[in-house]
């Protein structure tokens, strides 16, 4: 490949993973050498795979977060033989259908509508969540991983905040503030007609 066109895919890169302008301008000015090409190429494939990397770490803070407490909850509603080691199981594999069915929407949403990142940033904003969940997971302290996601995601623009696209923190705030007193509402109604 020429140098030239390794450059132009460099840009679309760094362009399709949401590089800022002088990034951009960066990797499309010339290269002083072929080993500087292949030196920046090497560092954008560090940088995507500890990013996916700590994906996975937030994924794994997220489910030891949230798994035990679907299994308190449905300890109560054990079925005859089963065990809390099959519960947990079942919980698991619940939560991995409802990510891949139903979380992969709200996950691209955060990924791409909160604000627009770099790898970097994205790598920043899922260690912070995977740290954050993964501490509170240990504490048992009740947290929502979407809540936390959301906060390193806008903590990514630092100190410019015109980055941040409003209308969506905007969209799963309303989300947090309904849900709860929804959830209860729903919860007594069972209560009334399950009594």
Do not use: C
Not at 41 to 65: E, P
Not at 73 to 91: C, D, E, P, R, Y
Not at 151 to 174: C, E, W
């Amino acid at each position: 490949m020429t140098p030239r066109r390794v450059l132009a895919s460099q840009s679309a890169v760094l362009v399709n993973a949401g590089a800022t302008e002088p990034e951009v301008q960066r990797a499309a000015a010339p290269a002083p050498a072929a080993g500087a090409e292949q030196a920046s190429a090497g560092r954008m494939s560090s940088v995507s795979i500890a990013h996916w990397a700590t994906s996975g770490l937030t994924s794994f803070a997220h489910g030891m977060n949230d798994a035990p407490k679907i299994v308190a909850i449905g300890s109560f509603a054990l079925v005859s033989g089963m065990t809390t080691t099959h519960l947990l199981v079942a919980v698991t594999l619940a939560m991995a259908v409802g990510g891949l069915l139903v979380g992969r929407r709200v996950a691209e949403r955060m990924a791409n509508d909160v604000i627009k990142m770099t790898h970097v940033e994205g790598f920043t904003a899922n260690l912070t969540t995977a740290a954050l969940v993964g501490v509170g997971a240990f504490q048992g302290l009740p947290m929502s991983t979407t809540q936390v996601s959301i906060g390193a995601i806008s903590g990514t623009a630092g100190t410019d905040l015109s980055r941040i696209k409003k209308k969506t923190v905007r969209d799963f705030a309303v989300a947090w503030l309904v849900t709860p007193p929804f959830s209860a509402a729903v919860a007594a109604v069972a209560y009334l007609l399950l009594r």
